[in-house]
């Protein structure tokens, strides 16, 4: 079992009940958030921080051309396809009130980047849960649909030296 947290009265679970507060429900249960279905595999706030595991995949960079270049916080990350940057589903963002570049930081098999909120995503029919740059995905040694840890600090709000900077063993050249 794991815990399932869904704020302010927006989610509901796989079962179309109404998720208050905390619930205790089976891992790999649904959460629907202002109609879309995210697929967390546990999910929690506690001690400031916002905590999440789940699917995730990368955006950005030079090889999505999908990507208009600059994120819903005005961050460009086509000029920083090296950087840190994430990308939260809007629902949960809007839910706990993250500020725009806030500390959010992944975690894959015990190797942990540290990266901030650019921008809302994925895509809710996609089942992920957070959206990460190229370079923060390489440094991991991650893949698509890899299950990752998210926690979200609200409290520290990267500076702009620290949104620029390159993500220790990430993508070379580009």
Aim: net charge negative; charged share 20%.
């Amino acid at each position: 079992m794991s815990i399932l947290r869904c704020a302010m009265g927006l989610a509901h679970n796989s079962s179309n009940r109404r998720v208050r507060d905390v619930e205790e429900e089976q891992e790999g249960d649904t959460c629907r958030m202002s109609g879309r279905i995210y697929n967390f595999y546990h999910m929690e706030f506690a001690y400031g921080t916002w905590q999440a595991s789940g699917r995730g995949s990368t955006f950005g960079g030079p090889n999505d051309p999908g990507d208009n270049g600059i994120g819903a916080s005005g961050f460009p990350d086509k000029d920083y396809p090296h950087s840190a940057y994430v990308a939260l589903p809007e629902a949960v963002c809007r839910a706990y009130g993250f500020p725009w570049y806030c500390r959010v930081t992944v975690e894959f098999q015990s190797r942990q980047i540290r990266g901030f909120l650019a921008d809302f995503g994925p895509a809710g029919f996609t089942g992920r849960i957070v959206d990460m740059s190229p370079a923060i995905m390489q440094a991991l040694g991650a893949d698509t649909d890899d299950v990752f840890k998210i926690y979200v600090d609200p409290r520290y709000i990267c500076g702009h030296e620290e949104r620029i900077a390159p993500v220790p063993g990430g993508m070379v050249g580009g």
